[in-house]
């Protein structure tokens, strides 16, 4: 066998294994055909699953009582900042307004919108558990006899989680008091409404002839 045959028997032979066409036509081999390795995935297909959102706990007050109620909205995530900025752009929806709820951040107590108030940044210390908020100036123009409880609101949403325990107010940067119970405060907790306290009962006021029955 000469040489020249030889090689030309090699090549056929490698042609043959590697099933590459010897007419000159170029073929597409289906990606089901490929090794696993080769397969790979679909242009455009995700690689990782998008994080689902989360709910975050709000504070409304209940109209017909001084207590806040816990309702729950979507948020991007738990953080603080996310969790302010539901707050502050949360409306009480008609199942809650049936129920005697409002976000008196949002809304006047006949449910009238009013100048949305914007949250212009958190600053959180792990080591005073000491959360520092500023609002837009509109937080100013939350005037009149429900301060308290809208800032009751605040205090309340802002420490629902395990790491704030108090807070202070900035407003456009600026020092301000918050109106709690205990009169205007640098910083509140929820200590400093007790009266607005969802797990508290309210004191009944018994009529008379039962009081004496009891004691009877």
Do not use: K, W
Not at 183 to 195: F, I, N, Q, V
């Amino acid at each position: 066998m000469t040489h020249r045959l030889l090689v030309a028997l090699v090549v056929a032979l490698i042609a043959g294994a590697c099933s590459v066409p010897t007419d000159g036509e170029v073929r597409e081999i289906a990606i089901e055909d490929l090794p696993e390795a080769l397969q790979g995935t679909e242009a455009g297909a995700p690689t990782t699953e998008a994080p689902a959102g989360q709910t975050v706990t709000l504070y409304f007050v209940q109209t017909d009582s001084p207590r806040l109620r816990t309702v729950e909205r979507a948020s991007g995530d738990g953080r603080l900042l996310a969790t302010l900025r539901a707050l502050l752009s949360s409306p009480a929806t008609d199942e809650e307004i049936s129920q005697n709820l409002v976000n008196l951040l949002v809304t006047d107590p006949q449910n009238e919108e009013v100048e949305p108030v914007v949250v212009l940044g958190v600053d959180f210390s792990q080591l005073t558990g000491i959360a520092v908020i500023n609002l837009s100036n509109s937080f100013v123009d939350l005037l009149g006899p429900r301060l308290v409880e809208a800032h009751a609101q605040l205090v309340y949403t802002a420490t629902a989680g395990p790491r704030v325990t108090r807070v202070r107010l900035l407003v456009d940067g600026e020092p301000a008091d918050l109106s709690t119970e205990n009169g205007l405060l640098p910083e509140a907790t929820r200590r400093d409404y007790p009266s607005f306290d969802p797990n508290s009962f309210p004191v009944l006021d018994l009529p008379t002839s039962t009081t004496e029955a009891a004691a009877e």
